[in-house]
């Protein structure tokens, strides 16, 4: 009997050991993982930092940190409703985790950022993982339990790695946060480290001028919001920043729109976000603007960044932010071979869709200095070719009709 006695509280110790240590690791996961995409939670992302910072010092290790951020993640929340957001950020979460390895520390350093500790890893290691993550996250199909339609986004990397100078761990922090900034005025979906801001060259982007225009954009107070536009486009034209080209697509727009019915307030923004459609231009070399000749590589891919320079600039102004998802927007296709996000079909916003047959049309149908302009049947002829595949459609052939007299 006292063997069997024994035996009952050693089984008993064992279990209530067992069940210590169960509880003991779930608080640990509650107070080390971030509740929604169970990645580590910004407290231990600094914890981890920390450790790993004075242990790859110590030893002359190698040690990489990555910082992203989804980008233009608030316009995934106003299109789609914060569930689709919060599935998108559960799997970039996932993504995360099977691109890196186990003894990686991938964290949620809040809201759409995220963030990894690379122990062991060169810089020129790190940045190869990072364009792995960022190519893969726009090969990515987004798509919620409960949407019928998939959802495409691309994030920006800032990258940083340990060297001499580098003295506390905040400042490794501070290096791919600088890293993560240059690659969001890159125009984002780019990776970049805190040593990669460009020299000045004829094709970078006039961060000056790009500047100025934010800042004259903030100058606009609560006073004239109910005025916002007419001072927008009086500033613009007093610049020569404000062209024939915006002005027809703002009104053929805005006719399109009125034709499928769209609610007044929304005719509104799609016809100050046809005026301000090419706003991104304006940091963008002439030379590259105006070229008669076929544009490089690298001239073509800086001029696609147009639409995100865009909406970066009229994001900055609280009452221009509706008008910024059309204007980043305007060049996808509804085949979803268009940029910046290649979006497809309705994923594209119906301002953006309706803004991209009339830029298309003004653009055929006016001289180019590429090219000049094409006859209207022509460009009927164009726009036929495009319908479902560039462009919506419905709106398109709705268009055809409206540009005929239908």
């Known amino acids: 009997l006292e063997k069997m006695a024994k035996q009952k509280n050693s089984s008993l110790v064992k279990r209530l050991r067992q069940e210590l240590e169960e509880t003991s690791q779930k608080l640990k996961e509650v107070t080390t993982k971030d509740g929604l995409t169970q990645l580590y939670n910004h407290r231990h992302f600094y914890e981890m930092v920390s450790h790993e910072f004075e242990r790859c ?32 950020l559960v799997r970039m979460g996932e993504l995360i985790r099977q691109s890196t390895r186990t003894v990686d ?14 122990p062991e890893t060169t810089l020129s290691q790190s940045i190869t993982l990072a364009n792995r993550i ?61 040593k990669d801001i460009p020299p000045e060259s004829p094709l970078a982007v006039n961060a000056p001028r790009l500047s100025e225009l934010i800042a004259k954009i903030h100058e606009i107070t609560e006073e004239v919001k109910k005025g916002y536009l007419d001072t927008i486009i009086s500033s ?23 034709r499928l019915q769209v609610p007044e307030a929304d005719i509104a923004r799609i016809r100050a976000a046809g005026l301000l459609h090419d706003l991104g231009k304006v940091v963008i070399d002439e030379k590259i603007l105006f070229k ?29 932010e509706q008008e910024a998802p059309m204007v980043l927007h305007h060049h996808e296709r509804y085949d979803g071979y268009g940029y910046p996000s290649r979006l497809k079909g309705t994923e594209i916003p119906v301002g953006a869709r309706i803004l991209g047959i009339a830029e298309a049309w003004d653009t055929m149908t006016n001289d180019q200095p590429y090219r000049p302009a094409l006859s209207m049947e022509k460009a009927l002829e164009e726009l036929h070719r495009g319908v479902g595949t560039q462009f919506d459609p419905d709106f398109a052939k709705l268009f055809i009709e409206m540009v005929q007299g239908a």
Request: some cysteine; charged content about 20%; glycine content about 8%.
């Open 105 to 118: 520390c991938a964290a949620r350093y809040g809201g759409d950022e995220f963030a990894v500790i690379l």
């Open 236 to 258: 613009l034209q007093g610049q020569n920043l404000l062209n024939e080209h915006s002005l027809k697509v703002s009104f053929l727009a805005s006719q399109l729109a009125e």
């Open 292 to 320: 008669k000749g076929k544009l490089t590589s690298q001239e073509f891919q800086l001029l696609q960044r147009h639409p995100n320079l865009g909406a970066q600039i009229l994001q900055q102004a609280k009452f221009t």
């Open 57 to 88: 010092r110590r030893y002359h290790h190698p040690l990489s940190l990555l910082m992203m951020d989804v980008d233009y993640f608030k316009s995934v929340n106003d299109t789609y409703g914060h569930q689709a957001g919060d599935f998108v």
């Open 134 to 194: 960022r190519k893969r996250v726009e090969e990515e199909v987004f798509l919620p339990p409960s949407g019928k339609v998939g959802i495409h986004v691309t994030v920006s990397i800032g990258v940083a790695s340990l060297a001499e100078t580098v003295t506390t761990s905040d400042e490794l922090i501070t290096m791919a946060d600088k890293g993560l900034y240059e690659a969001k005025k890159r125009g984002r979906a780019t990776v970049c480290t805190h």
